[in-house]
C-alpha cells in the first residue's frame, strides 16, 4: 500500500470533456452521482426505464437513460448495481458499448476478482471505493468533508486510468478525508472476509449468543437486549472516535479489566483458525462459487436465513423496545 492521497494529489481536469455514467440508482449510485454532479461532473445514470429509481434520479436533478444508453453514452461507465447482478447487465446491456477508449470503473472489485466479467483489454479498469455507506457519504460530503476511501487500477490501457480514478475519488469526496491506493483482490478479499468474520457475521453472531445465554439462565430479555445488542452502537462509537485506547479510556475500570481478561475466553486460537479457513475460502473462490450457486438457485437458504433472523427473540424484543423509544 502506498501513501494516503488527498485533494492536493488529484485534479478534476482528468474528467473534463468526459461523461460518467453511473449504472445503478442504490444507496451508492445515488451518493456518488450526486457528489459527482456537485463537484462539476457530466453524470448520467443508467437504471431500469420507467422504474421507481427512474423517478428517484428525475427528481435528484440528473437525467436516466436505459442501461444500454447510458453506457454507450458514458466514456465511464461506473457499475454500482448489486454484484450478483453484474455479470447478466454487463453481457446483455454494456458490453457492446465498450469500445477502445472507455473507462470501466467499479466500487467493489468481485465481479472482477473472480473472473465473472472479464473486459477487453483496449479499455480501462479502475476501482473507486468508498468506505462508508452511500448515506453516509453523501451526508459527510454535503458537511464539507468526505468519508476515506480505496482507488485500484486493473487496466491501464489510455495510460491515464489512475488519473482518472482519482479525479472520481476527488469528485465524490474521497480525497477530502484520505484515499488508499490497493488492488482489486486487496480490496476484494478484505471486504468479503470482514462482512463475513467481523463486521456483519461475526459481530451479529456474538450479540445472539450473548442474548441467549441471559435469557437461558432467567434474566430478563429487555435487560439482555440493551446490554448485548443496544449498547454496541455506543461501543462503536467510542471506537470509531478514536480506536480501542478511546473505548477502553471511557468505559469503566472494572468493565475494562474484565474485557481485556476475558475477551480472549471468546476469540480463541481455534476461532482464528475458522477465521483464517474463512478468508481462504474467500482468495481460493470457494465463497464466490457458493454465493452464485446460491443466487442462481434463488436465494433459497438466504431467504430462509432472513427469515430466521427476522424471528429471532433479540429481533422481537428489538423491534418492541425500540417502538417506545420512537415514540413522540
Request: aromatic share 8%.
Amino acid at each position: 500500500m502506498k501513501g494516503v492521497l488527498y485533494d492536493k494529489d488529484a485534479s478534476l481536469d482528468a474528467l473534463k470533456g468526459k461523461t460518467v455514467a453511473v449504472i445503478g440508482y442504490g444507496a451508492q449510485g445515488r451518493a456518488q452521482a450526486l457528489c459527482m454532479k456537485d463537484s462539476g461532473v457530466d453524470v448520467i445514470v443508467g437504471v431500469r426505464e420507467g422504474g421507481a429509481s427512474w423517478s428517484k434520479v428525475k427528481e435528484d436533478g440528473l437525467t436516466p437513460y436505459p442501461i444500454k444508453t447510458a453506457a454507450e453514452k458514458g466514456d465511464i461507465i461506473h457499475i454500482l448495481i448489486p454484484d450478483e447482478t453484474q455479470k447478466d447487465v454487463y453481457e446483455q446491456e454494456i458490453r457492446q458499448s465498450v469500445k477502445a477508449g472507455k473507462v470501466l470503473s467499479w466500487s467493489h472489485g468481485f465481479n472482477i476478482c473472480f473472473k465473472r466479467i472479464v473486459p477487453q483489454n483496449d479499455a480501462d479498469v479502475i476501482m473507486v471505493a468508498p468506505k462508508a455507506p452511500g448515506t453516509e457519504e453523501r451526508k459527510v460530503f454535503l458537511e464539507g468533508f468526505g468519508v476515506p476511501g480505496l482507488i485500484a487500477v486493473k487496466q491501464n490501457a489510455s495510460g491515464k486510468a489512475r488519473e482518472i480514478a482519482l479525479a472520481m475519488a476527488k469528485a465524490i469526496g474521497l480525497t477530502r478525508a484520505g484515499v488508499l491506493e490497493c488492488t482489486f483482490e486487496q480490496e476484494t478479499y478484505e471486504d468479503l472476509f470482514g462482512e463475513q468474520a467481523v463486521l456483519c457475521g461475526g459481530v451479529s453472531e456474538l450479540m445472539k449468543a450473548g442474548f441467549e445465554i441471559l435469557v437461558e439462565k432467567g434474566y430478563p430479555p429487555e435487560m439482555a437486549y440493551f446490554e448485548c445488542m443496544h449498547e454496541m452502537k455506543l461501543i462503536i462509537d467510542l471506537v470509531y472516535q478514536g480506536g480501542l485506547t478511546r473505548m477502553w479510556d471511557v468505559v469503566s475500570n472494572t468493565a475494562g479489566y474484565g474485557g481485556l481478561t476475558r475477551g480472549k475466553r471468546i476469540i480463541t486460537p481455534q476461532v482464528k483458525d475458522e477465521m483464517r479457513k474463512m478468508l481462504t475460502e474467500v482468495e481460493d473462490g470457494t465463497f464466490a462459487k457458493e454465493w452464485m450457486a446460491e443466487y442462481e438457485k434463488g436465494l433459497p437458504n438466504l431467504k430462509r436465513r432472513w427469515d430466521e433472523e427476522e424471528n429471532h427473540p433479540i429481533e422481537v424484543v428489538g423491534r418492541e423496545i425500540r417502538a417506545l423509544f420512537n415514540k413522540k
